[in-house]
């Protein structure tokens, strides 16, 4: 399992009395942002590939820790590699916006901008300093598989930056973005069948669900504990379609279904709570029979392990689960000998000759 745990990033206020601010664009350099993401698995930074994402910006006249979010200067704005950049390969507004000749701006960003437009995800997010981004009642859709994710604060900016190289772009606002929901995979292996009897075995795996996974919850950065209110009973299925089995031989390296990993809502786990469910056919070749023997089997083990007790922001969870053919109860003989049946009316008499 490799772990990471997302840091909880600068402050943010309610946006109900702030006001906006704008600048003249007469010979001002334009916004761009150069965006990456980190990648927790190898602990490094990596490239930004993601689809639009959402920006909310301030104006301060000295700098972000004394003024805060008093002046909106972005206000959810939508940043994506927009036709206007497309020969640099920048992102940016699709209405540029241009850095004032005084003062500081401070972008703090969130991805998918889709996450936060009231299409099923979640009511939109809004942004303070002292609460940093809200995602309130954020839903893991069925059927989806969205990574959200929050930038670290890019505070006290006064033009394009040249920090991150791996975007493809040229200067640009910081951002770097964290994952704030968990991710789930499994890998599946098999053991031997011991009896001298048997040819061979395998296990054909027809289908990996997890069921009872809380689905809906409220996230505020700035919390100590992240996301809250977690709800919901949804299922998710790691190979949904018809002929995507997995066969596991036993001594093979293990094996991933159709669908390797998932985004999940992070949640404390439960013992007979969050389950995973499998349905695999179990294959023996007798050696005294042509035709293999089939077993239908389905059967349920618990995700809360002596090693995961939840599943936290930023950490992707492989589980390795080894299916054995055999139950884990040895076959015992219990001998006993039946009483002797009397028979006692009989009578034989014997004559000396």
Known sequence: MKKSIIIALAAVVALASCTKVKTDSEKSEAITFKVINYLQQTKA??????????????WDATDWATNGDANVFMDNEKIAQDPTYAAAGEWGPATQYFWPKTGKLTFASYSPYTAGSDNGFSEKPVFAKTSGFVFKNYTIVDDTDVDLMVADLATDQTKNNPEYQLSGNTDGVPTLFHHVLSQVGFLFKTVANPNPNVEYSKIILKEVKINDINNKGTYTQNNTNVWAGQTGTASYNYNPATGNNVELIPGEDAKAPKVESRIVLPQTLTAAGQQVELS????????SNDTPAEEEVTSTADLVTSAIASWDPNMSIVYTITINPLSDEPILFDP????????TDGTINIYRD
Do not use: E, H, L
């Not at 930074?45 to 301030?58: E, K, P, Q, V």
């Not at 695999?280 to 050696?287: L, N, Q, R």
């Open 45 to 58: 930074n990596t490239a930004y590939t993601g689809d639009a994402f959402g920006t909310f910006a301030y």
């Open 280 to 287: 695999y056919t179990i294959v023996t070749k007798y050696k």
């Open 336 to 343: 006993a000998v039946a009483p002797w049946d009397n028979v």
